[in-house]
């Protein structure tokens, strides 16, 4: 309720000609989540419809096989072509883990968190436990952001700095 009043007032400041232009983009986008679906559900199944950060909407979908899970997402700014914007890939390390293999993408769009709690309900989905992953030497120039990322969503994080290495382990018990 109070999100609905703020944003009402905030939309209340801007001039008819903005106001406008969001709607027309807001059409747009919305014409262009019904095609990308279309063709999105050929391919993976649909899990999900968000917003990002940035409050663009955005598709998300997953491709499981039983021995891996990707969790991949697209814009509705523009067409769908047969590739994600973002995507998490992940292994079922055994009844108890999915193992995040890689992740990939745009930085601080919210891609990743959005991605990430799909994830987290496929895991929960599936009673496994943990989700768990790897900290390598070429994640070392963005450390910092992925320690943050990965804390921020309740994963338990080590890193050996001299190795430059490191794991990550999540649990619905953790939060």
Partial sequence: MLFSRLRMEEEEKKDPIELKKDLEDLEFQLFRMQDNLKEIAKKGQVIGIDQSKEDKWVIVYAVDDGNSCKVMLNECESAYKGVWDFSIHAVYFDDNAIHIGDIKGP?????????????????????????????????????????????????????????????????????
């Fill in 107 to 175: 930085a601080n769009k919210g891609y990743g968190s959005i991605c990430m709690n799909y994830l987290k309900d496929i895991a929960k989905e599936q009673n496994i436990p943990f989700i768990t992953g790897d900290i390598a030497e070429r994640d070392w120039d963005h450390l910092d952001r992925l320690i943050h990322f990965y804390e921020k969503h309740h994963f338990r994080v080590s890193v050996d700095r001299e190795t430059k290495s490191g794991e990550i382990k999540w649990n619905d018990f953790y939060q």
